[in-house]
């Protein structure tokens, strides 16, 4: 509908409504007082022909039931300071736990690949002589730590 019609129509009056009491006659109906709808008022026509929709009021960033006092939002800034040095703590222990886990897996490869090592020299030579070879390795791998 074009904006003229819209202003148009707004201005026509508008009907009261009258409503029929059960088990009554069409006379005492016209005698009774007609009963009046509250309308809410119309400011005038909507260009988007959306009468029906709810006025918006104006958007007031500022009010006062809103705000938080300064020491409520300090207590919520503690709390959340809190919450994320507890968040970091479990963090590290979770790093800290996979690094264990790591070095422990690594400590273990690093014996049975000795034992390995060790087992095909025993192969090949005498008991007496590897046990020398190992008493070697030892001292050098003392000094190579110091």
């Given at each position: 509908m074009k904006f003229h019609k819209l202003v148009a129509l707004s201005r026509i009056p508008r009907k009261k409504v009258t409503t029929k009491?059960?088990?009554?006659?069409?006379?005492?109906?016209?005698?009774?007082?007609p009963i009046a709808v509250a309308?809410?008022?119309?400011?005038?026509?909507?260009?988007n022909g959306k009468q029906w929709k709810q006025?918006?009021?104006?958007?007031?960033?500022?009010?006062?039931?809103g705000r938080k006092t300064f020491e409520?939002?300090?207590?919520?800034?503690?709390?959340?300071a809190a919450m994320k040095a507890r968040e970091k703590e479990m963090k590290d222990?979770?790093?800290?736990?996979?690094?264990?886990?790591?070095?422990?897996?690594?400590?273990?490869?690093?014996?049975?690949?000795?034992?390995e090592r060790y087992e095909k020299l025993a192969a090949k030579m005498h008991q007496k002589k590897i046990d020398r070879l190992k008493r070697r390795e030892k001292r050098n791998k003392a000094l190579k730590e110091r």
């Open positions: 009491p059960r088990n009554t006659k069409m006379s005492e109906v016209a005698a009774a007082t309308v809410p008022e119309i400011k005038g026509a909507r260009v006025t918006k009021t104006q958007f007031r960033p500022g009010m006062a039931s409520e939002r300090q207590v919520e800034r503690q709390a959340y222990e979770k790093i800290q736990k996979k690094k264990e886990l790591s070095e422990k897996l690594k400590e273990r490869r690093e014996k049975k690949e000795e034992k």
